[in-house]
């Protein structure tokens, strides 16, 4: 793998996109939008407004930086703890290469439980949004690291079109000022830099403040323990996204409650 394994996530989700549309044109795929009801309500947001700490738990097989997280991979059952433990939102991955995700789990997923899921994957190309929509998402990840300015705008454009609510990922504050410039309602720090790997709490806690106050703002990856919730309480973070750790935890329902314990607690 050359470059950054960001860069090579890109590459590769770049050759999967003009493989989908080789089998599946855009027109077609909008097409097949058009015959299906229309998502009102923007359900991932809604979700994510309610009091205390909103938590979006991953899905998630393997990671780039770990390997196979899961040897066993139940993911409907999972996805249906998940809910019973009483998460916000559903997070799927479906990267196949290195994330060993699939599309048929978000389809499956989002078609099982009742709570909103989010497509987590490389959005390099508008078809992947519409093709988020069709698989039965109700939110995309937008990644600043990598798209411009005039891209995310039309990002977040297509994806308010469809209903879908967009997490707009950043890492630095330039990012998390980009973000902001083009009126993302979810900004998500992401605590692991996707060029290293490494994971550092401080991340989220830092770049809070520089966040607008009324938007949804969500620490992603390294949330592990109360204590790590206590801090992003402290600095108003609103909610999580855990994969690793909720993925291998045997009780996911204890895990769930005592981040939310935490968070009350700070």
Aim: glycine share 6%; net charge negative.
């Amino acid at each position: 793998m050359t470059g950054t394994v960001l860069d090579a996530l890109a590459a590769h989700a770049r050759e999967r996109v003009e493989e989908k549309k080789r089998k599946l044109p855009l027109a077609e795929l909008k097409r097949q939008l058009r015959e299906r009801e229309a998502l009102s309500g923007f359900p991932f947001e809604t979700a994510l407004r309610e009091p205390g700490l909103s938590v979006i738990a991953e899905v998630k097989k393997a990671s780039p930086s770990k390997g196979v997280i899961a040897e066993h991979f139940p993911y409907l059952e999972i996805a249906k703890a998940y809910e019973a433990a009483g998460a916000s939102c559903i997070s799927v991955l479906t990267e196949p290469k290195w994330f060993l995700g699939d599309d048929r789990y978000l389809r499956e997923i989002a078609a099982t439980v009742s709570l909103p899921c989010i497509r987590k994957d490389f959005t390099v190309d508008p078809y992947l949004i519409y093709e988020a929509r069709e698989l039965g998402a109700s939110a995309v990840l937008l990644i600043c690291a990598l798209l411009g300015r005039s891209e995310l705008e039309e990002y977040l454009g297509i994806a308010e079109e469809l209903g879908l609510s967009a997490l707009v990922e950043a890492h630095d504050e330039e990012e998390v000022g980009r973000a902001a410039e083009v009126g993302a309602r979810l900004i998500g720090v992401n605590n692991r830099d996707l060029k290293s790997f490494s994971v550092n709490m401080e991340n989220s806690l830092r770049l809070r403040a520089a966040a607008p106050d009324n938007c949804i703002f969500i620490a992603e990856s390294g949330v592990r323990t109360p204590a790590d919730t206590r801090a992003l309480r402290t600095v108003g973070a609103d909610g999580i996204l855990v994969g690793e750790a909720l993925m291998r935890a045997e009780n996911k329902a204890e895990l769930l409650q005592a981040l939310r314990k935490g968070y009350e607690e700070a």
